[in-house]
């Protein structure tokens, strides 16, 4: 139950874990950076986020860019505004979305914009649960 600002000059990761566990509950988090901007990295943590709204405004944003770990993620609202972006870019995790809204608006109309998909993830992560999530202006959804 709190509103966090970040604004970085060039890049900026707002939270960072290693080998934690970071809950997010009813929160607004908005970061706006000059070029790379992430609202939460993490390494080997477990990150739960229910309810509340996490924007980034970047040329490149990424609200939740997750590297072994668990990620669950309910009925909250991420917004990312930028050239290129996503809600979670997640390697090596097991994730569990539900109830949420995703929202992506790019400035830039190129090749690599016409494939952004709100949630990436590599061969090792585990998608557990997806259902009841909205998705809006992420071209390659």
Excluded: M
């Excluded at 993490?42 to 970047?58: D, K, N, P």
């Excluded at 997750?66 to 009925?75: C, D, I, P, R, V």
């Amino acid at each position: 139950d709190c509103e966090i600002f970040g604004d970085y000059v060039s890049s900026g990761t707002l939270l960072s874990a290693t080998d934690a566990e970071l809950s997010l509950i009813n929160s607004g988090i908005t970061l706006r950076s000059g070029e790379y901007g992430a609202i939460v990295s993490s390494l080997r943590s477990t990150v739960t986020v229910e309810g509340g709204q996490y924007t980034v405004i970047a040329p490149t944003a990424v609200v939740f860019s997750l590297s072994a770990g668990e990620l669950t993620l309910s009925h909250a609202q991420c917004k990312v505004f930028g050239n290129l972006g996503r809600v979670a870019e997640l390697t090596g995790v097991r994730y569990t979305l539900t109830n949420n809204k995703f929202y992506g608006i790019f400035e830039s109309k190129n090749l690599s914009t016409a494939q952004l998909v709100p949630v990436w993830s590599d061969g090792r992560s585990r998608l557990l649960k997806d259902s009841g999530n909205i998705v809006s202006g992420f071209p390659g959804s």
